[in-house]
């Protein structure tokens, strides 16, 4: 981690995965190493969903593994391209989960901060939702906007209509990382090694945290999942294994990569 921490580009992050049993001494030793303050998140990965004779385990199955994520310095700041995640709903499935209106389907969300002549604006978009069937009032003398029938006036977030019938929502990605399978779920990907990550999970951290032609270091590179997606999204890359058995196989994998996108 020293030697990690010395290497890092000045924008860079490093992402450490670890399981239950180490995570949270590693987190101790990546604060005394980087500094609380360049701390920016722990990812919450669901690795794996609790089956056979996993569902009966004393004190709960564990099916999550974690990822410390630090910046060698976070007012540089670091490379950060927030993801977003798509979600396509049929018309059923958007009557079932959201309401509606002449507009269409709608969630709400509490307005927070947002100033009198946000809401304004908002209002005359029809964007402004009064609960139990009440309606919005503007009070222009006292700057106040209110629900008529009592409780708070919220903000409408309307699904998009698509072409093909279909309505879609885009929604930030937190901390909790459960839309991503882990290995039990992506057989095909499993190479035997007890530390492999999905290709999936990869994507995510490389396109997050780096741009085209940054350079990404893998210093336990296993099977190689890192490089070979950072490979895929145009990114250079070094990888380091102590054990030969690793460099053929990552070797092997790496050519395969290389000689589809030469086809391509």
Request: aromatic share 10%; with cysteine.
């Amino acid at each position: 981690l020293p030697l990690m921490r010395e290497l890092l580009a000045p924008d860079g992050t490093i992402w450490l995965h670890c399981d239950h049993r180490k995570t949270h001494h590693l987190r101790m030793l990546l604060e005394e190493l980087f500094g609380p303050e360049n701390y920016l998140n722990t990812i919450a990965w669901r690795s794996q969903v609790a089956r056979g004779a996993k569902v009966n385990a004393f004190y709960f199955p564990f099916s999550t593994h974690w990822i410390e994520i630090f910046a060698k310095d976070r007012s540089t700041p670091p490379i950060w391209h927030a993801p977003k995640k798509q979600i396509r709903l049929t018309a059923g499935e958007a009557a079932h989960h959201y309401m509606q209106d002449d507009q269409g389907f709608f969630r709400t969300s509490d307005p927070g901060s947002y100033s009198f002549a946000r809401l304004l604006e908002l209002h005359d978009a029809g964007r402004l939702y009064a609960p139990y069937g009440g309606e919005v009032v503007i009070d222009h003398a006292n700057r106040r906007i209110y629900a008529s029938n009592g409780g708070n006036i919220a903000v409408k977030y309307y699904l998009t209509a698509e072409a093909d019938g279909t309505y879609s929502t885009e929604q930030a990605i937190d901390n909790l990382w459960d839309d991503i399978p882990g290995l039990a779920t992506t057989p095909a990907e499993e190479v035997g090694y007890p530390t492999q990550k999905t290709e999936a999970l990869l994507e995510r951290i490389i396109r997050v945290a780096t741009n085209p032609g940054d350079l990404v270091l893998d210093c336990f590179m296993g099977s190689g999942t890192t490089l070979a997606v950072a490979q895929k999204l145009q990114r250079r890359w070094i990888g380091c294994d102590i054990n030969r058995g690793s460099i053929q196989t990552v070797t092997r994998r790496l050519q395969r990569v290389i000689m589809a996108q030469r086809e391509e």
